[in-house]
């Protein structure tokens, strides 16, 4: 086996993840749970240090599919995204399903598609409003359709995210403090991270021009670990998206200028399968100070 | 406007529900989020108090379609139903779409389909086990393909649960335990709350038969509440499923019987939106001995 298939077979052994023997139920066990709880608080931590008043906000999985179009995803990233599909509305509910014939054979699209990237229904809710650099968390399930036997890259993931949307400075300024951060979390943590300029093209329309710009004008940040050796896992990102968003979803700052928005976003399973690989899968011996951080007892 | 639209109003202009201009952001603000936090909270202390271990696991809202299919969930509530599309493996990622043509249009069954209730991957994951009359504890989200303006009708919404598989004597002393400490737990809470049998034809393949004589053998108690006047809602129930999951998922008991299950499962946001009514739209100034039991300051 490799180290990576090694490192999956203990996870599932030791309880952190949860597969039926179809391998298809993405579960997660209570060590991996308590971990995440303490991320999550964590991130919060810094949020109150920073001082800015940070208000709480929570989506839903399912969104409308309108949302994948709005924010280009559907263009930049058409395979991975899942749209809903069910009975049309005016089906007979209660019925039989021949054997050996598909039960889904009549469904169509139901008007739902599932979150691809945490913060995109915060956009949406916004839509259409003036924003003041007011600062929003949220955990967030993404679904990517890229099924994989690499326990880093799970079809459906949690996702934390600080957004502050506001004005070019404020949104920078975001992305600046939680560069460094982010950065030092992940340190304290124990975690040997490195963050590099990334690029992603999740600039839509205007796709592949954007994304050889975001490099030079440094957009993105990735913090990059190595929990097995020879495989790199991104497992958060410090982004400005200058007024991409705030164009496409018509937010406004007071002086009727686009909004720019930034967020910093941790992917939750991976940072404590990250943590996991550094430190053991029995979270009641990590070290004091990482059990302190994230409330382990 | 009826008082049920004036209710959901006021929760929108609150802060409580989160809707974009299309009403399809299924968001949820600080003060709703709160109060779910410390219904689970809640929850796990009746738990403790019961004194049997209880075990944390978490599911995805996205699992594999078949899970529909071993439930009989495909055939007992289809119209409820959401699959997930999505782009063949082997089609080509980036491209463009054609003005005025769906972006979707060569969207195909992607495998995965969405949870309908939060107990169900936990079978999954049990299949082909030996259970002890173990107890698991998770929230849920749980998709239902019913889009509607009654604010405690979501489309995605969570469910906590407490299940319990092991032998008949264990699973219907779960039910007994919760379905008194489950109402006890509301009315502590300050909601007028009356249990209720129930049928509920989530038996699969037997269908109508059984969700007949469910009633009379009890197997089904709601918790039902009436926040807005004339409008009956069910906001959580005790339930003795005998030995159906056991069977349909081949879970057995030491002896080699089939497992019988029980659960108790609350609905979270219908709950907290019981209590916005009942005691107003500021958690802060909620009566003590439910801000105590909340955890609200």
Known sequence: MSALADFRAELVERG???VDRDGLVAGTGDPLERVVAGLVAAIDDV????????????FAPVTGQQLLEQTGYHT?????IGVVHGLPRDASARRRVPEGEAWDHDFGRSGFGLVPSAC????????GTQVTG????????????????????????????????GTPAQAREHQRVWRSAGLALYRSLGLQVHDAAANDPFFGRQGAMLANNQRDEQLKFEFVVEPVPGHEVAIGSANYHEDHFGVDFAMTTPDGQPAHS????????RTALALA?????????????????????
């Open 120 to 127: 995109h229904p915060l956009y949406a809710w916004l839509r």
């Open 277 to 297: 690989a550094t430190h053991g899968f029995d979270p009641g011996r990590w070290p004091d100070e990482v059990r302190v951080a994230l409330r382990l007892s």
């Open 262 to 269: 930034a967020c910093y976003g941790m992917g939750l399973e």
């Open 76 to 80: 930049s990233f058409p395979q991975l």
């Open 16 to 18: 952190w993840l949860l």
């Open 47 to 58: 949020s109150a240090q920073a001082g800015r008043p940070v208000q709480r906000v929570r």
């Open 134 to 165: 007011t600062a929003y968390t949220l955990t967030g399930d993404c679904f990517r359709n890229e099924p994989s036997e690499d326990p880093f890259r799970r079809v459906s993931f949690r996702m934390r995210e600080v957004v502050v949307l």
